[in-house]
């Protein structure tokens, strides 16, 4: 039998390392969303069942809040071991400054329950702003 090429050798070898990382920072990802669902005054999901566009777009917003700073971790970290702890440490951070900016910005859950679009946008303005500094203190 041939010996492959070693685009194939390579292929071969970081395939593995590719599906490890990317999957803890998936897990992490899911586990932080799930987090950041049960840390919420009102029932997002619930919510989005029933059509509720602007908890739809809250939600929308954490998600790619949380992956900023997953991504930037996943792309600073060079094993599994450090990809986890890094994106423990900036979920935390993020779900801390997410509840802050929920407590500063009084009012904006209540206003999502109600379906306000303009108060989601803010919302989700504000996450992800947040999202960029944390990622770029990561890099």
Do not use: C
């Not at 509720?52 to 600073?76: D, E, H, M, R």
Request: charged share 10%; glycine share 8%; aromatic share 6%.
């Amino acid at each position: 039998m041939p010996t492959p090429s070693p685009e194939i050798q390579a292929f071969a070898a970081g395939f593995p390392v590719f599906l490890a990382h990317s999957g803890v920072t998936v897990v992490i990802l899911f586990a932080a969303a799930a987090l950041y669902v049960l840390l919420t005054p009102h029932k997002e999901i619930t919510l989005i069942r029933e059509g509720n566009t602007a908890a739809a777009i809250s939600l929308a917003g954490v998600l790619v809040g949380l992956a900023i700073p997953l991504s930037a971790s996943l792309k600073a970290s060079t094993n599994v071991i450090e990809i986890g702890l890094w994106g423990a440490v900036t979920v935390v951070v993020q779900l801390l400054v997410f509840r802050l900016t929920d407590l500063i910005l009084r009012g904006l859950p209540k206003r999502i329950q109600e379906g306000e679009i303009s108060a989601a946008a803010l919302l989700v303005g504000a996450k992800l702003a947040t999202a960029l500094v944390i990622a770029a203190a990561r890099s």
